[in-house]
């Protein structure tokens, strides 16, 4: 007959082995999701040096052919390959402009925003703007290039004069890309905005700062680091914009600062380009392998920018 102190002793060794089967399968599935983890981060590192090998290498047989000077392809103004100039001025002034325009528009629209959802809105109020956000940033390039078009160029052309404003213009462009990355600037800043803690908010207001003067003077500055991020990527987005500029903006590279005036950006150019009877392997289409890598790099260089911001100016709350 088995005595309590083998009882205990039995229970204690199943208890054991039951502990060392679950950790077993703990153990198994943190390394499966560790893995997969894993898996996505290779593929989105292997994704993008492909890009830039492709990139980089179509580059290098456009700069490398005895017709393209590349000196003058970053110091003259006229872009027309028929003709052999490639100058890429008149496409990167135009990108410059629409994404000024832009970023505009969405900077303080996006900022107010995000201060009204951050410190005003109610639970109920919340639940209703963040989902209308999403939609907007939802919606199709394509179907903000014809709202340029067909709704902000005519109003555009009634306040200003149709002498004034052409048909394609870079303004009606630049304020719709800026509508369009509103959602994007407004979310990453409600995010800095409400990570800054409440115990910053409660001296303020004991120290007799109205909700106003708390949100201007401490809790922007306090998530200066998150939302000038914010801003830059939203200026790298509107860098990459295609189909809105492709619409609205018009074609034919001009070296141009009047938003009133049609422009081709440098996605545009692409998009018009290539969509064309283009021949492979042509100086053409190695010329926009040398437009795309430039776009490439300005964007990259902007969210090295962001990243350093973040870094530089985050502030650290215990």
């Not at 893995?35 to 989105?44: H, K, N, P, Y």
């Not at 492909?50 to 872009?79: H, R």
């Not at 832009?102 to 919340?126: D, N, Q």
């Not at 009634?158 to 213009?169: A, L």
Request: charge should be neutral; include cysteine.
């Amino acid at each position: 007959m088995a005595t309590s102190t083998d009882i205990q002793t039995r229970l204690a060794t199943t208890s054991q082995l039951r502990l060392n089967q679950l950790t077993k399968k703990f153990r198994l599935g943190e390394s499966v999701i560790q893995t997969l983890i894993f898996t996505c981060g290779a593929i989105s590192i292997v994704i993008t040096s492909a890009i830039v090998v492709v990139l980089g290498q179509e580059a290098f047989l456009f700069f490398s052919n005895p017709e393209v000077n590349l000196i003058d392809f970053f110091t003259t103004t006229k872009w027309s390959p028929n003709i052999l100039q490639f100058g890429i001025w008149p496409l990167v002034t135009s990108t410059l402009v629409t994404s000024f325009i832009a970023i505009l528009t969405a900077m303080p629209l996006g900022l107010c925003a995000a201060i009204f959802l951050s410190e005003y809105a109610t639970e109920r109020v919340k639940g209703l703007l963040k989902p209308t956000l999403e939609v907007l940033a939802g919606v199709p390039t394509v179907v903000y290039g014809y709202f340029a078009l067909t709704f902000v160029t005519p109003f555009l052309r009634n306040i200003f004069g149709r002498e004034t404003v052409e048909i394609y213009n870079m303004l009606s462009a630049g304020l719709v890309i800026g509508i369009m990355i509103m959602p994007l600037v407004t979310s990453m800043s409600e995010d800095a905005l409400s990570a800054v803690p409440r115990a910053l908010r409660e001296g303020a207001y004991g120290l007799g700062a109205t909700k106003l003067e708390t949100a201007i003077q401490v809790v922007v500055p306090a998530a200066f680091s998150g939302i000038v991020a914010a801003f830059i990527i939203g200026i790298s987005r509107a860098f990459g914009e295609t189909m809105i500029v492709a619409i609205a903006a018009g074609a034919g590279p001009k070296l141009t600062l009047n938003p009133f005036s049609a422009a081709e950006t440098m996605a545009g150019h692409i998009v018009r380009i290539s969509g064309g009877d283009l021949s492979y392997a042509s100086l053409d289409y190695e010329s926009l392998f040398a437009i795309a890598l430039l776009l490439f790099v300005i964007t990259l260089t902007l969210n090295l920018i962001s990243r350093y911001v973040v870094n530089r100016f985050r502030e650290q709350y215990e």
